[in-house]
């Protein structure tokens, strides 16, 4: 579950699913002295970058993230400015003493929430997601409680009675993908760990809308740029979709409200309910927004570990023994060397001082996620899944290991996600057998801002 990150407008993605990198002298520009007293500069000045057209550059960025922020790196070095929609200027970081200096800078200067501003339209006006500063301060201490400590360890038997309920759907003896098989399960756990369902009318009705609510591609959000999309096709049945997710959400919560076993429950909504939050439709904001946070970014760390684990014996031995640091450890290993998500993002409201570089408001500063995580600098052989670097070599700092975010805007779910993806893994490794459908290893594919396995984790499961 991770709210680092959600998805923001972009234009028609190429019609290949993963872009080439251009060759390197496409994207050479001319490079900027560095160090210059910002009392000498006549205006502010970036970090270099490719001089590629911004179309081609947003399309690089959404379609091939992975190779276009690389080639960059070999280029310009740790930091370096990228054009690209929806944010424009954005600096791509990969430095953690400037990772921290964002994490933990002003927050009143490094925004998040406007970034996000324009779901508010599934997501609603107050979701922790598009709110900044104070008022986002105020709704994550809100929200805090039932992701941490003892409340999150309360879900485990929720999560392995799902997990085990979806294993026996799973096919014998035939291929399959395991990333469609880890959506049903983490919208599950959401249906009931968070929303506190089970079975009923609305339950089952929830089950069939909200999948469709969640799923924001390129071709929905530009319903939020050009509004009179609205009225047509995919967009006016999105609309349709989502006005039911929210009829039945808020019945749901006011049915809470008057539920003789409030005091007994232990979903997340009660919890919330219980802690006084008394405005109904801040809740149904809250709960969707934990939803599409918590969903997608869930199901595609979990079908990269299987991915991972199942083309490396060693490792995949140990961790059918079912300790559950060593599970750990794998979840962290597949979050770094799989990130979900390429990057993390922060608008600035006022101008910097970031590396000897003076960036002007208005800039998005973006610490790479894939970039640090992929530093030899930082890890020792990066690109080998090697989970034991997690509880020998100490690997991995609150800036450098940054899958969930940092400083304040954390993923506020980052233990919940975790705990679910351990429990996950010891649930399907004790309880069935299952193999890569073929040796080589699947490639990364962008899938709106999540990066997935391009073939789904395809799998053979064998007892």
Request: aromatic share 6%.
């Given at each position: 579950m991770s709210t680092t990150a959600t998805p923001t407008p972009v234009p028609a993605q190429a019609t290949r699913e993963s872009a080439d990198a251009p060759p390197a002298a496409a994207l050479a520009s001319p490079v900027p002295k560095r160090g210059t007293p910002a009392s000498a500069l006549a205006r502010p000045v970036l970090p270099p970058g490719p001089r590629l057209p911004v179309t081609a550059q947003t399309i690089l960025v959404w379609n091939s993230s992975v190779h276009y922020l690389k080639l960059c790196q070999r280029l310009y070095g740790p930091v370096f400015t990228i054009r690209a929609l929806p944010w424009g200027r954005a600096v791509v970081i990969n430095d953690s003493a400037l990772v921290k200096q964002i994490f933990t800078g002003d927050p009143a200067v490094y925004h998040a929430g406007d970034g996000n501003s324009l779901l508010a339209p599934v997501l609603g006006e107050r979701s922790v997601l598009v709110l900044d500063e104070d008022t986002h301060l105020q709704a994550r201490k809100r929200l805090l409680p039932p992701f941490h400590g003892d409340s999150v360890r309360r879900y485990g038997e929720v999560v392995?009675?799902?997990?085990?309920?979806?294993?026996?759907?799973?096919?014998?003896?035939?291929?399959?993908?395991?990333?469609?098989?880890?959506?049903?399960?983490?919208?599950?756990?959401?249906?009931?760990?968070?929303?506190?369902?089970?079975?009923?009318?609305?339950?089952?009705?929830l089950r069939k809308v909200l999948p469709s609510t969640v799923e924001i591609g390129p071709t929905i959000m530009a319903m939020w740029v050009y509004e009179?999309?609205?009225?047509?096709?995919?967009?006016?049945?999105?609309?349709?979709?989502?006005?039911?997710?929210?009829?039945?959400?808020?019945?749901?919560?006011?049915?809470?409200?008057?539920?003789?076993?409030?005091?007994?429950?232990?979903?997340?909504?009660?919890?919330?309910?219980?802690?006084?939050?008394?405005?109904?439709?801040?809740?149904?904001?809250q709960i969707m927004t934990l939803l599409l946070a918590g969903h997608e970014t869930t199901t595609t760390g979990l079908a990269w570990a299987f991915e991972r684990l199942l083309r490396n014996p060693e490792t995949l031995s140990r961790a059918r023994e079912g300790d559950d640091d060593y599970l750990d450890a794998v979840v962290k290993e597949t979050l770094r060397v799989r990130p979900v998500i390429p990057a993390v993002l922060r608008q600035l409201q006022a101008p910097i001082e970031l590396g000897g570089w003076q960036i002007p408001a208005g800039v998005t500063v973006m610490p790479s996620i894939s970039l640090m995580h992929a530093d030899a600098s930082l890890f020792d052989e990066p690109e080998r899944f090697r989970p034991e670097r997690f509880l020998e070599d100490?690997?991995?700092?609150?800036?450098?290991?940054?899958?969930?975010?940092?400083?304040?805007?954390?993923?506020?779910?980052?233990?919940?996600?975790?705990?679910?993806?351990?429990?996950?893994?010891?649930?399907?490794?004790?309880?069935?057998?299952?193999?890569?459908?073929?040796?080589?290893?699947?490639?990364?594919?962008?899938?709106?801002?999540t990066l997935v396995p391009a073939r789904g984790a395809r799998v053979v499961r064998e007892a």
């Open positions: 392995e009675r799902i997990v085990s309920e979806e294993i026996a759907r799973w096919p014998l003896g035939e291929p399959f993908s395991l990333h469609p098989r880890m959506r049903a399960i983490t919208l599950e756990v959401i249906l009931q760990a968070v929303i506190g369902l089970t079975d009923g009318e609305r339950a089952r009705a009179s999309l609205e009225r047509f096709g995919p967009w006016r049945r999105y609309r349709r979709h989502v006005a039911e997710a929210n009829r039945l959400l808020r019945e749901e919560i006011a049915a809470r409200r008057r539920d003789e076993r409030l005091q007994e429950r232990e979903d997340v909504l009660s919890q919330l309910v219980r802690a006084g939050e008394t405005d109904d439709e801040e809740l149904r904001d100490g690997a991995g700092s609150t800036y450098t290991w940054i899958p969930f975010g940092g400083g304040r805007r954390r993923c506020l779910g980052a233990a919940f996600a975790s705990f679910e993806m351990r429990v996950a893994l010891r649930t399907i490794l004790q309880r069935t057998t299952l193999r890569a459908d073929r040796p080589r290893a699947e490639r990364v594919r962008s899938h709106h801002i």
